[in-house]
């Protein structure tokens, strides 16, 4: 009635309103709305959507982005595989777009090591491939690898699991675009570059250690 959820089209009839709110204090609280946002708010389509998602549901869309940020896309998943996965023996198929498939398999599921990590063995278009996984039902008492921000263009965060090698130290000046580390997987090296110039204010784990996808490498500053 006082405005705290929304208003009704043509506002809440009168003189109802007023007598239900009679002799009531009402104090709404209005956070401005950032400029960036006012003029998403003002493209239709998707943009519009996602500019709302972020001011009526602050934390539940961060969350969302970040799963989105570090798995992709898993909107195109059936409802079934998404929430029992695959079973040995059966090929699923994940519809890609329009007349384009996915073939998906599981093969055999590895031991679990001391990190609560599994390798599975799936099969994608008839390929082998190999992926890490963690067992969320094994409890394990190593220390959990810190994650990066993926919002936060200081974080610096490995693409992909592999054996990462640091580059810089505590201290060293970076620019946009240098490596500031290597990784190595499956025989082949990639460079690990910084999206943005500063100062490395920290390093997330020693000069050489085995990583997974989005482990927090280094903290610019």
């Known amino acids: 009635m006082a405005g705290e959820l929304g208003?009704?089209?043509?506002?809440?009839?009168?003189?109802?309103?007023s007598k239900l709110l009679e002799g009531r204090e009402v104090h709404l609280a209005v956070t401005p709305v950032p400029e960036a946002e006012r003029v998403a708010l003002q493209t239709p389509g998707?943009?519009?959507?996602?500019?709302?998602?972020?001011?009526?549901?602050?934390q539940p869309t961060r969350q969302f982005e970040q799963?989105?940020?570090?798995?992709?896309d898993l909107s195109v998943v059936p409802?079934?595989?998404?929430l029992y996965g695959l079973r040995p023996g059966q090929e699923h198929v994940v519809p890609l777009g329009r007349g384009v498939n996915l073939l998906v398999g599981l093969e055999a599921i590895g031991e679990v090591d001391e990190r609560g990590m599994r390798t599975?063995?799936?099969?994608?278009?008839?390929?082998?491939?190999?992926?890490?996984v963690r067992d969320r039902s094994v409890e394990v008492e190593t220390k959990a690898a810190e994650k990066a921000d993926a919002s936060d263009p200081k974080h610096v965060a490995a693409p992909f699991s592999g054996v990462v090698t640091?580059?810089?130290?505590?201290?060293?000046?970076v620019r946009a675009g240098q490596a500031v580390a290597s990784i190595e997987a499956m025989k082949m090296e990639a460079a690990i570059t910084a999206s943005v110039s500063g100062t490395v204010g920290r390093l997330a784990i020693p000069v050489t250690q085995q990583v997974d996808a989005g482990d927090l490498?280094?903290?610019l500053q």
């Open 7 to 17: 208003d009704l089209p043509g506002g809440w009839p009168e003189p109802f309103r």
């Open 46 to 58: 998707p943009e519009r959507q996602r500019a709302l998602n972020r001011l009526l549901f602050p």
């Open 67 to 72: 799963v989105r940020e570090q798995y992709g």
């Open 79 to 82: 409802t079934v595989d998404y």
């Open 217 to 219: 490498l280094v903290v």
């Open 166 to 173: 640091l580059k810089v130290a505590v201290g060293d000046v």
């Open 120 to 132: 599975v063995m799936t099969t994608m278009n008839g390929q082998l491939r190999p992926v890490t």
